[in-house]
């Protein structure tokens, strides 16, 4: 039973709260005042009511405990994001909460971090990024019984404006694999034609090419890790097939005729023979190529996948056919990206309701009569 007594050995905190936590055992905590007190009785007696009570002794947890608590815990992601997580943390978010107890945190001072972060110059991007990982953490502390409720959650975050993507034509396209160092103009072509995400084409191997056929099976992908190339599934975790024109599979038919490894060989490497590393290949031939093509300097490897959706939908592609081709995990992502690319058909409806109102005008409204 909770009670409040006065107590005479600590005239600095004469009140003495006494209650039993849900698990029976007797807790006590003093205050000041007996007001104080009553409050604190009522707050904890509510909060075993509704499921919410936290034992303060967790609740005094150093934020730098549970997040690497977390960031254990994410053993089964991909390298990739526990090395981007990793960076998170430790450039942004323990700098400002490792010291901190995690009850001690309030959406106030996350906000105050989130200013912080933008006033140092990181971009909005970024902070939203690094936002999510201490949300998580502090997800993982609700988890763990150590706080009763997120204050991460409702806090504005900055607005991040649309980034305009660079879509090549055809012709620039062509341009642009001319002016790069041989033989990575294959390169070029396939990503702008496949799709295919640069960590897809580092990983596609011979055996998963049906020129014959127009296909190729993407089922993996490889990434730069602090240095190192790792492989694994692909950003969706998802195997998927693209479709190759014909005229891109005559160009790899004729490239692979002369490169060994058979159908476990990889079909792009680096100029050496080794595994292709993306970082590698963009400073030192891609972005090269760019200037000398006389191209947007901001082009980006990674626009050659926006190149092939705009490509794609300049042809009639519908927004399936697009998801499917850039392996997208749902359509709404396909037209979140990219639906300024498909056509207005506003005019072309407003014309069809005019047509369909014509036609209700000009059948007779009633039975016909013949005249006398």
């Known amino acids: ?52 009570y936290i034992d303060p002794r967790l609740g005094r947890t150093r934020f730098a405990v549970l997040a690497e608590r ?27 909460f490792a010291g901190a107890q995690v009850a001690a945190l309030d959406r106030l001072a996350v906000a105050e971090w989130l200013a912080a972060l933008l ?25 763990g019984g150590l706080l ?8 504005r975050l900055p607005r991040v404006g649309p980034r305009e993507g660079c879509f090549l034509t055809a012709a620039e396209v062509d341009r642009l694999a001319q002016a790069i160092r041989a033989p990575y ?25 049906d020129l014959l056929g127009g296909r190729a099976e993407v089922v993996e992908s490889s990434t730069e890790v602090a240095g190192k ?4 599934p692909t950003k969706t975790y998802a195997r998927r097939t693209v479709r190759l024109p014909r005229s891109l599979c005559e160009e790899l038919g004729a490239y692979l005729a ?44 990674h626009d050659l996948r926006h190149t092939c959706a705009s490509l ?23 037209l979140d990206r990219y639906g300024h690319l498909f056509p207005d058909e506003l005019d072309h409806l407003s014309e069809r309701l005019d047509r369909a109102r014509a036609g209700v005008h000009a059948e007779p409204c009633g039975p016909l009569v013949a005249p006398r």
């Open 148 to 155: 009763a409720v997120n204050p991460a959650t409702g806090v």
């Open 185 to 209: 103009g294959v390169l070029v072509h396939t990503a702008a034609y496949s799709g295919m995400r640069a960590g897809e084409l580092a990983a596609l191997r011979v055996g998963r090419l």
């Open 119 to 143: 006033g140092r110059g990181v971009s909005p991007t970024r902070a939203r990024d690094a936002y999510r990982v201490l949300r998580l953490v502090l997800e993982a502390g609700i988890a």
């Open 258 to 301: 002369h490169r060994p490894g058979g159908r476990d060989g990889l079909v792009f490497t680096m100029p050496t023979g080794g595994p292709l590393r993306q970082s590698m290949v963009s400073s030192r031939y891609f972005k090269p190529a760019v200037r000398a093509a006389g191209l947007d300097p901001r082009l980006r490897f």
């Open 70 to 96: 977390w960031y254990t815990s994410t053993a089964a992601l991909k390298p990739s994001t526990r090395h981007q997580y990793r960076r998170l943390l430790d450039d942004h978010v323990m700098p400002m």
């Open 312 to 334: 794609l939908i300049a042809q009639g592609a519908t927004v399936k056919a697009v998801q499917a081709q850039l392996g997208h995990a749902s359509a709404t992502l396909t």
């Open 1 to 52: 039973m909770a009670s409040i007594e006065r107590r005479a050995d600590r005239p600095s905190l004469p009140w003495r709260a006494r209650y039993r936590d849900p698990a029976g055992r007797q807790r006590s905590k003093s205050f000041a005042r007996k007001v104080d007190a009553e409050r604190f009785l009522t707050e904890i007696e509510a909060a075993k009511l509704a499921g919410r």
């Open 229 to 232: 190339l790792v492989s694994g």
